[in-house]
């Protein structure tokens, strides 16, 4: 019985995730910027900031920008489903290696 393929680039690609540029203090996200709704979110990211910090200094004291790659709960799910199909492929090698020896 062969183990069925997938093309591992393909759905590794899809589950890359998105990449978000935020303002964070601590824990706490206040604002992000991704492609769905910029062309620059790093760029568009830094300057609210920078905008904010001008007009609230001591509101928005100890904010940074910060990258961060998001992903959907399927995208995690499909990941999770390529690393547990990688095991039981190693799995299964490993027993036929000890079988024929």
Known sequence: MSI???EDGK???LCAGREEWRVIKGDGIVMWFNRNNSLDPEREARA???EHQRDYP???AGYVVER???QTPLQRAAMALL???DALAQEVQRLREEAGS
């Open 83 to 85: 690393a547990e199909r």
């Open 48 to 50: 609210w900031l920078a």
């Open 4 to 6: 069925p393929t997938v």
């Open 58 to 60: 001591e509101r928005f």
């Open 68 to 70: 961060a790659v998001v």
């Open 11 to 13: 759905v590794r690609d």
